[in-house]
């Protein structure tokens, strides 16, 4: 069964740095591209940041320069490095793997919490 964990998520204030993990258990994980999405109390869920299988990367504009995506391999694991955090990126963070392969396999983790709070 294909299970997407994520973790890290928590308290900070603004200003602040959080570390996200999404620990996948996708076999040919590298062949997937994979994003993480949120979605704050209200609005639709949005992509927020996603890099593909050869590693190229992309950001919303509202977090370019502030959000970085990254992803091991050899540990079947996605992170998202996120600083300089404002009350804005309170929201849900999903994490997603993508995979087209004659039909298009696409799982979600559960999502965990960012709160941007003084």
């Known amino acids: 069964q294909v299970q997407l964990v994520e973790s890290g998520g928590g308290l900070v204030q603004p200003g602040g740095s959080l570390k996200l993990s999404c620990a996948a258990s996708?076999?040919?994980?590298?062949?997937?591209?994979m994003a993480w999405y949120r979605q704050a109390p209200g609005k639709l869920r949005e992509l927020v940041a996603g890099i593909t299988g050869g590693g190229s990367t992309s950001y919303d504009d509202s977090v370019k320069g502030r959000f970085t995506i990254s992803r091991d391999n050899a540990q079947n694991t996605v992170y998202l490095q996120m600083n300089n955090l404002k009350p804005e990126d309170t929201a849900v963070y999903y994490c997603?793997?993508?995979?087209?392969?004659?039909?298009?396999?696409?799982?979600w983790g559960q999502g965990t919490q960012v709160t941007v709070s003084s």
């Open positions: 996708l076999s040919a994980f590298s062949i997937y591209d």
């Open positions: 997603n793997g993508r995979l087209r392969l004659g039909k298009l396999y696409e799982y």
